[in-house]
């Protein structure tokens, strides 16, 4: 009997043991980037610039050494990362970079409107430092999947909370 391992998100594999399973073990891609996992080096970065939103503009940084911060940009927000000491590790951050090449993240266009723009929308945006390349993708008032997935794996990594 062979066990068979399916990669599922960030890092975790769903494994079984399968009578029929024949080969073997199934190589995953390697990934196209790389991070610079460096102490001061930003590596993933998720901001919120203008509009209305009640928390105000915000930017959460990864940093190389896995840790987290939150820079505000008015003192009396009520943002705030539910634990500040945070550290990721380095494969979870190897695993937040895997999600963001599947869902196409270095191909998407640096800026995205939508077809009808509200006047106070705020701006969201992803940057993404790699060895390779530094990705910039923001949204203004658009709807994208692929986008808003990685947001929000983003966000609940880091913890942040109004």
């Known amino acids: 009997m062979r ?15 399968s009578p029929g399973a024949v080969g073997a073990a199934v190589r995953r891609p390697a990934l196209a980037h790389h991070l610079s996992l460096g102490k001061h080096t930003p590596v993933f970065t998720y901001a919120l610039t203008g509009g209305t939103s009640r928390g105000g503009s915000f930017h959460v940084i990864f940093y190389g050494d896995g840790r987290v911060a939150l820079k505000k ?19 979870a951050l190897d695993g937040l970079l895997k999600l963001a090449e599947a869902e196409k ?11 009808n723009p509200l006047t106070d929308a705020s701006t969201s945006c992803i940057t993404i430092v790699t060895v390779e ?5 923001c ?8 986008f808003n997935q990685l947001w929000a794996i983003l966000e609940y990594v880091s913890g942040l909370q109004i």
């Open 133 to 137: 390349e530094t990705k910039r993708a």
């Open 73 to 91: 940009d008015v003192r009396t927000s009520p943002l705030r990362l539910t634990n500040p000491l945070i550290q990721i590790r380095g494969d």
């Open 139 to 146: 949204i203004f008032s658009a709807h994208v999947p692929a």
């Open 105 to 115: 993240f270095f191909q998407m266009p640096a800026r995205k409107i939508g077809p």
């Open 3 to 17: 066990r068979v391992c399916l990669p599922i998100l960030i890092g975790a594999a769903l494994c079984s043991a």
